[in-house]
Nanobody, 125 residues
């Protein structure tokens, strides 16, 4: 069983930085591809970043390339999202998700089976 818990969402000023964390507190620690998604009010949930189980391949949405960094620590069953140069349009609820077991990169929402409860990021102008 995969059970994901996000943390780290806060209110931050534009241009600021923060790090989101996602812990897999379930009993399963298989080869899951991980992703971060976000959903703003009135909008669909969109992928922000994804990473393969080995960490060697990553994917970023064009809107966050060069500003966000996804990483993982399999020994700790943790996934992180570093957010830099934040903009008001980054305001959203951020969700961690797991798909697999697989060693391939998953870049579509439909490929993910397990979701966290979300953590709110608010960027003030």
């Amino acid at each position: 069983q995969v059970q994901l818990v996000e943390s780290g969402g806060v209110l931050v000023q534009a241009g600021g930085s923060l790090r989101l964390s996602c812990a897999n507190v379930g009993r399963t620690s298989g080869t899951y591809s991980m992703g971060w998604f976000r959903q703003a009010p009135g909008k669909e949930r969109e992928i922000v970043a994804a990473i393969t189980w080995g960490g060697g391949i990553t994917y970023y949405a064009d809107s966050v390339k060069g500003r966000f960094t996804i990483s993982r620590d399999n020994a700790k069953k943790m996934v992180y999202l570093e957010l830099n140069s934040l903009k008001p349009q980054d305001t959203a609820t951020y969700y961690c998700a797991a798909g697999g077991p697989t060693r391939t990169l998953l870049d579509r929402r439909s490929q993910y089976s397990y979701w966290g409860q979300g953590t709110q990021v608010t960027v003030s102008s």
